[in-house]
């Protein structure tokens, strides 16, 4: 029947009220644009039973890796904006990639609507045992008293991790040379090796070595200390002024995704979100609940390209 036919036919218009608005009446795909078993990913196949428990169909992960992000931010670009293809984002492809590439044709902040924000994964400052600093500031006094050939490494160019690097640079004075690794995995691996002085990682990451003796976590990265590990100072009240990186992940459709939709999803990451068996989880993986509707979740966005733009500039980080 033609589209005209449908929408006037009397089967359809005596639905009950809503009905033509129901979603999702199928498989919803989420596009993590990274590799499994990073934090994206885990943290979207947490989310995935407990959406589907609420909503009623499956919720599917579909890892789509590489460029720093931009291949499964394509696809999701790319897809219909009908709510059944979700982008799994974090800051690192969201806001650090498009600024620092330049390249990626198109404006993530107009292409993207936010549907909500869900955890943060907070970033440390760790160094190696043999190093004789306990606290930010004898780090600073220690990098300035070798007058450079320091080193921070990170999980790669334009990372999360990175950027904390960058801005403690910045905000510090020191002369520190920046070493790129594929991954926190190699990072960690010759932190503990002593091959590099300090690393910037996930908090997650580096909690076991830490316990074990095999690295020394000095101070977190964000605003205020987390609830995982409270003993641990910020890179703030240690001293350093205007310092805080989020390592946020969180939920976007293409813009044109219906408004009833995106309601729909906000809710019920709140919901999960809420939950105390999911609570329990992101307190064990070290991350943290930072849920927002989809409203403020589009404006925190900007707001992030608002802050990091002047910081990636004075930088000068860029991807050869």
């Known amino acids: 029947m033609r589209r005209r036919t449908l929408l ?3 089967a359809l218009l005596a639905l009950p009220a809503g009905a033509q608005d129901a979603w999702p009446t199928r498989p919803v795909n989420m596009i993590v644009p990274w590799a499994p078993g990073g934090s994206n990913d885990v943290v979207a196949r947490l989310f995935s039973p407990q959406l589907e428990a609420r909503l009623g169909q499956p919720f599917l992960v579909e890892n789509r890796p590489g460029g720093g992000g931009s291949i499964g931010m394509g696809a999701a670009m ?14 690192s492809n969201h806001v650090f990639h498009p600024l620092i590439s330049g390249e990626m044709g198109y404006d993530v902040r107009e292409v993207f609507a936010g549907m909500a924000m869900w955890v943060d994964v907070p ?23 070798r007058r450079g050939g320091m080193s921070f490494g ?7 991790n990175h950027l904390a690097g960058e801005l403690f640079r910045l905000r510090t004075g020191l002369d520190m040379t920046h070493v790129p690794y594929r991954g926190g995995g190699p990072v960690l691996s010759d932190l503990i090796a002593g091959t590099i ?8 990451t580096v909690i076991p070595p830490a316990e074990a003796g095999r690295i020394r976590i000095i101070a977190v ?3 205020e200390r987390v609830g995982l590990r409270p003993d641990i100072p910020t890179v ?11 390592s946020w992940q969180g939920l976007f459709v293409p813009r044109g995704t219906p408004a009833h939709v995106i309601q729909r999803m906000s809710q019920a ?3 999960v979100l809420e939950s105390p068996q999911m609570r329990t989880r992101l307190t064990d993986l070290g991350s943290e609940s930072i849920w927002m509707d989809a409203a403020t979740t589009d404006r925190f966005v900007r707001e992030e390209f608002a802050r990091w733009a002047p910081i990636i500039r004075a930088a000068g980080v860029k991807i050869d």
């Open 8 to 10: 006037t036919s009397p």
């Open 78 to 91: 790319r897809a219909r904006p009908d709510g059944q293809t979700l982008l799994v984002s974090s800051a």
């Open 123 to 145: 970033n440390v400052i760790a160094v190696h045992p043999s190093l004789p600093v306990h606290t930010v500031q004898e780090l600073i006094a220690y990098f300035r008293d």
């Open 154 to 160: 990170s999980s790669g160019v334009g990372s999360s």
């Open 197 to 204: 002085h300090v690393g910037f990682m996930n908090l997650p």
């Open 221 to 223: 990265c964000t605003a």
């Open 236 to 246: 703030t009240e240690s001293g350093v002024p205007d310092y805080a990186v989020r």
């Open 269 to 271: 990451s709140r919901d």
